[in-house]
């Protein structure tokens, strides 16, 4: 009997494991896999974790162990074992220098041993002392020929000559708070990762499948091998597979890491997680992406938050930098008192202990206070770009108005009638994932018209679509993509054209076979809680906000009459312009924020010093952005501000903290305080520190409903 036809047993093979324990619900399994140097826990332990029916995995790299709880169902069991079996490749991947997880069980057995020793008789407490010591020394004198004098070298020299002098509690009470220490600050990590993960999880839920030569909208969990998808411009690619049709631009960063976007032909193969930037694409199903999915945003987060901020930097390289300051003043010490006792009194107060883990502390449970508040920050650096932006810039569509665009008016041409013209534009627009499009095709379902059969949809970005719709060639798009582009003509439309735009309309010309088939008016109001925001904003030092667009100048200046905070805004805008306004304002020395959701905001997304996404943004959208905006509340973007501000000001706080704690200590070090009450002092006031780092950046963010003062003063309109 294979292992997939029972349940796990002891002892049983199950590929390259050996399960070693096993209970009803949970299964612990042994690998010298697991220790393998190119071994990527992190993307195994999410590959795990996405089978259905599995609800815990934890891996002990150092014990080559894995421990898995499930559902204690024999179908579950059977996918852990193809799972453990055929093992990807992408799994042995050099994954850095991570070090490998300090539990609690670790610090508690460092305590025990260095409380219950000193009752021991000397030859047995000297060599629990030094085995204790042994990891820490290892490390500092290896820091020491790698690296120069850093932080590790300090802690191993102060425990190497407390060991020396005897002073085992001393020594064992510094080894088990740098573990403690250690330990605190890998709780805040797996907290914030595992809410990281939860909230990156892949939003796909329908796909397009080519069911009987029609493109059919079909429930992600019904597609199987085998089966064709198409996949349009800005879409997330959630399968793995072969491309059997069409060319395209995709994007793969968040799985290669490389930021160029490939270029993907017939029989390229193509991967779950990427998102297609320009072109369509047909894929032949290989395998469903949910679970290679998760694997990789399991190692997109973990090297993310192993990224550090520009504060975590410099914090670290302060450090280091007081770490010969402290071995300095106990040499001197030691020249003038001959006290040895002095000396390693003040050896034990290291100002670089609290400096050092202090920082990523708080920008990890930043980022998890910011998580459960609506707002995801892809990595430590956001906080500080967020800090310093000066300037935001808004797409107008979708963030600052409601993105619940709807149809105003349906003006027919060539004897056709609004249920013709709407048909067309919602056959052609059904495939395109854009609040246009929404709005269109919501209509049409609202008015119970049945759209017309479509053989083939190109997405001309930011311009419009061209469709094959039951037979005819139709475009819809903007007036430039119909008209200047494609040559059709709509003169004798303008004068109805400028008088919608004036109420604050927008346009959607539609056109089939060469001729203008019609208009259609749509609305999209300001949100309710815009102006608010914008003035909240403008309180925490935004000193400009700017908004583009690509609508008429005449739909755009009415957005600017509800919205009097605004100071500049440019209209008629090509995709290609949002960039380079983002671009000019850089050069002339702002910090930049951009806000979008759309395909055509990706650019400028990346050009600005932090891109921010909203909820309902494109794929490629949210793929391109540091922070993501998880409600439908333009408060959250207050939230992410204030959440960058806060864990900034509560780093300076423990930096100042540790300083004037530790320079108290080492003042009383010098005055003759004992070697174990220093390092006492030293330690609990750095895990104090600790805990407040955690804690006060941890702390629920609440929206702010302040109001500036301040009466906005607007650049001329351009």
Not at 332 to 340: E, H, Y
Request: hydrophobic share 45%.
């Amino acid at each position: 009997m294979t292992a997939a036809q029972a349940f796990p047993t002891p002892g049983m093979r199950v590929g390259h494991f050996r399960v070693a324990h096993a209970l009803s619900r949970r299964v612990r399994l042994k690998s010298p896999l697991l220790g393998d140097s190119a071994f990527d826990a992190v993307y195994f332990q999410a590959l795990l974790e996405a089978l259905p029916g599995v609800s815990e995995v934890r891996i002990n790299v150092r014990g080559e162990c894995l421990v898995l709880s499930y559902d204690g169902r024999l179908e579950t069991w059977r996918n852990i074992v193809q799972s453990l079996v055929e093992m990807p490749d992408e799994a042995f991947v050099l994954a850095g220098d991570a070090a490998s997880a300090v539990t609690g069980s670790d610090v508690a057995v460092k305590a025990l041993i260095t409380l219950f020793s000193q009752a021991l008789p000397w030859p047995a407490k000297a060599l629990l002392g030094w085995s204790l010591a042994l990891g820490v020394i290892v490390k500092g004198a290896e820091t020491l020929f790698t690296r120069g004098i850093k932080v590790e070298t300090l802690d191993a020299t102060a425990i190497t000559l407390a060991l020396v002098r005897g002073n085992y509690f001393t020594a064992g009470s510094i080894t088990t708070l740098l573990a403690l220490g250690q330990y605190l600050e890998g709780q805040s990590e797996q907290r914030s990762t595992a809410l990281l993960k939860g909230l990156m999880r892949p939003q796909v839920e329908t796909v397009w499948a080519v069911r009987d030569g029609v493109e059919v909208q079909t429930p992600l969990a019904q597609v199987a091998a085998g089966d064709c998808v198409v996949c349009g411009a800005g879409e997330l690619i959630p399968i793995d597979g072969v491309v059997a049709e069409g060319e395209a631009s995709v994007n793969q960063s968040s799985i290669s890491g490389e930021s160029v976007p490939v270029h993907i032909r017939p029989g390229d193969a193509v991967i779950s997680g990427s998102v297609v930037e320009e072109g369509r694409l047909t894929i032949t199903v290989e395998r469903v992406g949910s679970q290679t999915s998760m694997a990789r945003i399991g190692r997109f987060i973990d090297q993310s938050l192993r990224g550090k901020s520009r504060t975590q930097t410099t914090s670290a390289a302060l450090a280091d930098k007081l770490v010969p300051v402290t071995l300095g003043l106990s040499g001197l010490m030691l020249l003038a008192t001959r006290d040895v006792n002095r000396s390693t009194s003040v050896l034990t107060v290291d100002f670089s202990c609290a400096v050092k883990l202090a920082s990523p502390v708080a920008v990890r449970s930043g980022m998890y206070a910011a998580g459960q508040a609506g707002v995801l920050l892809k990595g430590a650096s956001a906080l500080d770009a967020l800090q310093d932006v000066d300037t935001i810039v808004f797409d107008k569509t979708g963030t600052l108005t409601t993105g619940q665009i709807t149809v105003t008016d349906i003006l027919p041409e060539a004897g056709l009638t609004e249920t013709d013209v709407l048909a067309l534009a919602a056959g052609a627009e059904e495939h395109y994932d854009h609040p246009v499009a929404r709005a269109v095709v919501r209509e049409a379902k609202q008015r119970a018209i049945a759209l017309p059969p479509i053989s083939r949809v190109d997405f001309i970005v930011a311009h419009g679509v061209a469709a094959s719709v039951d037979g005819n060639h139709v475009l819809v798009g903007s007036h430039h993509f119909v008209a200047e582009d494609e040559g059709v003509t709509c003169a004798h439309v303008e004068d109805t054209a400028r008088q919608l735009r004036r109420q604050g309309k927008s346009l959607l010309y539609v056109a089939r076979e060469g001729k203008l088939a019609g208009m259609i008016a749509l609305r999209d109001d300001a949100r309710p809680e815009a102006a608010a925001v914008l003035e909240s904003l403008k309180a925490s030092g935004i000193r400009k906000i700017v908004v583009l667009t690509g609508d008429h100048k005449d739909t755009a200046r009415a957005l600017v009459r509800q919205l009097p905070q605004i100071d500049a805004l440019h209209y008629e805008l090509k995709p290609e312009d949002k960039a380079s306004i983002v671009e000019r304002l850089k050069r002339e020395g702002r910090t930049l924020a951009f806000v979008g959701d759309g395909v055509n905001d990706a650019p400028a997304l990346v050009t600005a010093h932090v891109g921010i996404c909203m909820p309902k943004g494109a794929d490629l959208a949210r793929e391109a952005a540091q922070v993501l905006l998880l409600h439908e509340d333009l408060h959250t973007l207050v939230v992410a501000r204030q959440a960058a501000i806060r864990t900034n000001t509560i780093i300076r706080q423990t930096f100042g903290a540790t300083i004037g704690c530790n320079s108290l200590i080492m003042l009383l070090a010098t005055a003759g305080m004992s070697p174990v009450l220093a390092a006492l002092l030293h330690n609990a006031t750095t895990v104090g520190i600790l805990g407040y780092a955690a804690m006060a950046a941890s702390r629920p963010l609440r929206k702010s409903t302040h109001a500036s003062s301040l009466v906005p003063h607007r650049e001329e309109v351009c």
